[in-house]
């Protein structure tokens, strides 16, 4: 069964970091492109960041460059993303998936509370 | 960046019911177009790839039409369990983007 959780979510106060875990079970994950999609509270997805199969090529959204780091680890089969100098607006769930059809793979989702 | 304006943000319809969502991109993304359904508190689940083609399992009620910027996904015969919001995504330019999203209820 293809399984991807997300975990280190949470509330953070503006200006903080926090660094989110997507495990990968079921599937070849180092074959995959991977992708973080979030979606803000009642509102629509909204694509983040994007890496390559071994990592060696990273895109981001205009809104996150500069504050978001996106890797991979192969070995634990587990894609990551790195979250510094958190605004209001970065409040979301936060979605890994391969993003690709066919196999499509998507995470539970994650929740990131930016906030005083 | 590639604008996804997708309509309506919202229908109601009936049970059996056929319903139609379009998709129109701001530029040429040839097919390169997945469709979405997202139900409250889910992840989205893939039902439509490449413009048409029909993910694995997904009832054959769902399709997908369309090319270069105007696409269509439609339901054939609307389903109590087909509750939810659709969205159409592009993979044809960065960044990715994906439409409003069409929330369909039940009339």
């Known amino acids: 069964e293809v399984q991807l959780v997300e975990s280190g979510g949470g509330l953070v106060q503006p200006g903080g970091s926090l660094r989110l875990s997507c495990a990968a079970s079921?599937?070849?994950?180092?074959?995959?492109?991977m992708h973080w999609v979030r979606q803000a509270p009642g509102k629509g997805l909204v694509w983040v960041s994007r890496?390559?199969?071994?990592?060696?090529?990273?895109t981001y959204a205009d809104s996150v460059k500069g504050r978001f780091t996106i890797s991979r680890d192969n070995a634990k089969n587990t894609l990551y993303l790195q979250m510094n100098n958190l605004r209001a607006e970065d409040t979301a769930v936060y979605y890994c998936?391969?993003?690709?059809?066919?196999?499509?793979?998507w995470g539970q989702g994650i929740l990131v509370t930016v906030s005083s | 960046d590639i604008q996804m304006t997708q309509s309506p943000s919202s229908l109601s319809a009936s049970v059996g019911d056929r319903v139609t969502i379009t998709c129109q991109a701001s530029?040429?993304?040839?097919?390169?177009l997945n469709w979405y359904q997202q139900k409250p508190g889910k992840a989205p689940n893939l039902l439509i790839y490449?413009?048409?083609n029909l993910e694995t399992g997904v009832p054959s009620r769902f399709s997908g039409s369309g090319s270069g910027t105007d696409f269509t996904f439609t339901i054939s015969s609307l389903q109590p369990e087909d509750i939810a919001t659709y969205y159409c995504?592009?993979?044809?330019?960065?960044?990715?983007?994906f439409g409003g999203g069409t929330k369909v209820e039940l009339k």
């Open positions: 890496i390559n199969s071994d990592g060696s090529i990273t």
């Open positions: 995504q592009q993979y044809g330019n960065l960044p990715l983007t």
């Open positions: 079921g599937f070849t994950f180092s074959l995959h492109w």
């Open positions: 998936s391969t993003l690709s059809g066919p196999m499509d793979y």
């Open positions: 530029h040429d993304i040839y097919n390169y």
């Open positions: 490449d413009a048409s």
